[in-house]
């Protein structure tokens, strides 16, 4: 099974502690992409990572909030102190980015599922 | 300010018949255009996909019309099965894709038997 890989699926917090998400993309995918979906809402973008680096972060809240992507190991969103605003499912997304081919697509994890209490 | 539009929240079709989403979106930049399947507790399953170079893709079942003047995109299903019945998710990237994805908020579908 070479699917996105997302631990664990469901997540209960309470108010102040730390939440950590983690993400293992498919196998040769090296771009991975965090998006949060509120009830009822579509999915939102918040970061989007390669190996090692930060390539846009502009949908994460400057608070709290951080991921990163080391050369060995998942991608984590961390999330400081979390509130009960934070409560929600969590998408990682990768794709390829291979060379020559004009197009990307995205494949989904199966999301991490937040409650905060 | 929502980039892409999804007006209608859920559409009922009978088992057999065709399935039509549509999808409205503002930015001119969009060049990629996705829709994806959701079930309740599971993350998106990418359906199919067009490129704004082309108006129609189609694959099985499932065909997406671009029409760019418009700003206006739709995925038909035919026929629908009642295995169909999720909530449909249309996504616009820029630069081929290459650039994170702005969703809709979704449709959901129910294929009645």
């Known amino acids: 099974n070479a699917g996105v890989m997302q631990n664990p699926r469901h997540l209960v917090r309470r108010r102040g502690q730390e939440a950590r998400l983690r993400c293992s993309p498919m196998?040769?995918?090296?771009?991975v992409y965090w998006y949060r979906q509120l009830p009822e809402e579509g999915l939102k973008f918040m970061v989007y990572?390669?190996?090692?680096?930060?390539?846009?972060e502009s949908g994460m809240p400057k608070e709290r909030f951080s991921a990163e992507f080391p050369k060995e190991g998942p991608s984590i969103l961390r999330i400081q102190q979390v509130v009960r605003g934070d409560s929600a499912a969590y998408f990682c997304?990768?794709?390829?980015?291979?060379?020559?081919?004009?197009?990307?697509?995205?494949?989904f994890g199966p999301g991490t599922r937040l409650t905060v209490l | 300010d929502q980039q892409v539009k999804q007006n209608s929240p859920s559409l009922s079709v009978q088992e057999g018949r065709i399935s039509i989403l549509n999808c409205d979106y503002t930015?001119?930049?969009?060049?990629?255009f996705l829709w994806y399947k959701k079930y309740p507790a599971e993350g998106p399953t990418f359906l199919i996909s067009i490129s704004s170079i082309k108006d129609k893709n189609e694959d099985g079942r499932f065909t997406v019309f671009l029409n760019k003047s418009a700003k206006h995109l739709s995925l038909h299903i035919v026929p629908s099965q009642p295995g169909d019945s999720a909530v449909y998710f249309c996504?616009?990237?820029?630069?081929?894709?290459?650039?994170?994805?702005?969703f809709g908020k979704g449709t959901r579908l129910s294929v009645i038997a």
């Open positions: 990572l390669q190996k090692e680096n930060i390539i846009d």
């Open positions: 997304a990768s794709s390829p980015r291979i060379a020559g081919v004009s197009t990307d697509t995205q494949y």
């Open positions: 996504a616009a990237s820029g630069n081929s894709g290459n650039t994170p994805l702005v």
């Open positions: 930015n001119s930049m969009f060049d990629y």
């Open positions: 196998k040769g995918h090296s771009h």
